[in-house]
């Protein structure tokens, strides 16, 4: 079969920068048109194959050489998000602006890295409620947790709270040895984790001390009312709708509440509702509460992460 060629000359712009590291951004472009031959020599990208397909090659790279002029730069998440989205509702990039959040340890930079992780921060910024829903590795706990570390850092609440529902998988805590401290120390590691990133640990160890950090299980907060407080509730889809109900109704004035959750991964026992299932329904509606949902596009772990979650999302949908 007789196949079509294109070749797309690249004028003001460099190369190597849009070809990637060892032509990684090449590789990529391949594994979403694998029906094209794609060549990158100099300062030229040729590809051959079906008419349709090249048509549609040659857009995306319309989009990725504009892009890369703009920004100087081109970075996975950008170049994936170009190569999926939908064209006709217009395709949004990354602004470096409105991604930065705040310095970490050692001066690094913490900042959103993909579009729905640009709209939570954006997102937060408008509402005092926002829920942030997405599988595993989209960057919602951090992304939240990094929203709240600003917000200490430039006084706009005095305290931070992370919560979670202490849900064991099989486990008893009763059962766990040592203080009740060691015990939940486990279920909290991921806040700790996301912590360290972002506060010296000196500094971390002497705000958990003083209670200007707080981390403790969801059972602790009954009964609070958490004035100028930055607080998130982690894995929100293990909460009952007593459990959620009570920490929606700690919310005291100042107070800025990011609720995470994967409906996907439930730990509950079966016919006991998801709080946070219920609570995106029953909220959907209220003026103040925001809500944003990320999807596997937004994975920033392993690029294996995203194919496990494709696969197992096939799966459901077959059954």
């Known amino acids: ?3 079509n060629e294109i070749e797309i000359q690249l004028q003001d712009v ?3 920068e849009l070809f990637g590291d060892q032509n990684s951004n090449v590789e990529l472009l391949r594994s979403y048109f ?3 031959k794609i060549v990158a020599r100099g300062s030229k990208l040729k590809a ?6 090249l048509d549609e090659f040659e857009m995306r790279i319309d989009l990725l050489i504009s892009h890369f002029r703009k920004y100087n730069k081109l970075d996975q998440a950008t170049l994936e998000n170009i190569l999926t989205a939908d064209p006709s509702k ?3 990039t990354i602004d470096d602006k409105d991604s930065f959040i705040v310095h970490g340890v050692g001066g690094r930079t913490i900042k959103a890295q993909t579009i729905n992780q640009q709209r939570l921060v954006q997102l937060s910024k408008k509402n005092d409620m926002l829920f942030a829903v997405g599988p595993a590795g989209t960057g919602k706990t951090y992304t939240s947790v990094a929203l709240a570390v600003k917000a200490l850092k430039e006084k706009q609440v005095k305290r931070i709270i992370l919560t979670r529902p202490a849900v064991e998988a ?3 805590l009763g059962f766990l040895p040592g203080d009740m401290k060691e015990k939940l120390d486990p279920y909290m590691q991921p806040l700790y984790d996301a912590l360290r990133d972002m506060i010296p640990a000196e500094r971390l160890s002497s705000y958990i001390e003083k209670g200007t950090i707080q981390i403790a299980p969801l059972a602790f907060m009954r009964g609070r009312t958490l004035d100028h407080a930055f607080v998130i509730l982690d894995e929100a889809q293990n909460t009952t709708h007593a459990q959620m109900k009570m920490f ?3 919310m005291g004035t100042h107070a800025k509440f990011i609720i ?3 409906p996907g991964q439930i730990d509950l026992p079966r016919r006991i509702i998801s709080g946070l299932k219920e609570a995106l329904l029953v909220l959907k509606e209220t003026e103040g509460i925001g809500m944003i949902y990320l999807d596997d596009k937004d994975v920033i772990r392993h690029k294996l992460v995203r194919k496990v979650i494709e696969a197992y999302k096939n799966i459901e949908h077959t059954n």
Do not use: H, Q, S, Y
Request: no cysteine.
């Open 1 to 3: 079969m007789l196949l």
């Open 14 to 16: 460099n190369p190597r």
């Open 34 to 36: 694998p029906k094209l």
């Open 48 to 53: 051959f194959g079906e008419e349709a397909v």
């Open 90 to 92: 217009g395709i949004e």
């Open 170 to 172: 099989g486990e008893n």
């Open 248 to 250: 929606l109704t700690r």
């Open 260 to 262: 995470t959750g994967d």
